[in-house]
Nanobody, 122 residues
Framework: VQLQASGGGTTQAGGSLSLSCAAS??????MTWFRQAPGKEREFVAT???????DYADSVKGRSTISRDNAKTTVYLQMNNLKPEDTAVYYC???????????????????WGQGTLVTVSS
């Protein structure tokens, strides 16, 4: 399985960016975005389950929307009102076997994209 993330870039605080993650296969139970800022651990951002249920980290809730295409092979992350603290490398991840209680744990995912850098200037 290959995951290809794209859409990162540089924007000013208050701006918007849209990330995409295209999978080479389908039938994932969860497709999820994580991020990792310099010197920090990888953290959960948002996830979408195969039934369409979504979950967001408190830090992005209300500012971000995760969605997917009808084929369920591409997941998107629309981020609005970006803040400097959103600066990080954003990774997409996927799992076919994850249980709900582990959906926010990066170590539980076995498929990862290469990451895309988001930089928000103040």
């Amino acid at each position: 399985v290959q995951l290809q993330a794209s859409g990162g870039g540089t924007t000013q605080a208050g701006g918007s960016l849209s990330l995409s993650c295209a999978a080479s296969e389908r039938n994932f139970r969860y497709m999820t975005w994580f991020r990792q800022a310099p010197g920090k651990e990888r953290e959960f951002v948002a996830t979408i389950k195969n039934d369409g249920a979504t979950d967001y980290a408190d830090s992005v809730k209300g500012r971000s929307t995760i969605s997917r295409d009808n084929a369920k092979t591409t997941v998107y992350l629309q981020m609005n009102n970006l803040k400097p603290e959103d600066t990080a490398v954003y990774y997409c991840a996927a799992s076919r076997t994850l249980i709900a209680s582990s959906r926010r744990s990066p170590e539980q995912y076995n498929f990862w994209g290469q990451g895309t850098l988001v930089t928000v200037s103040s």
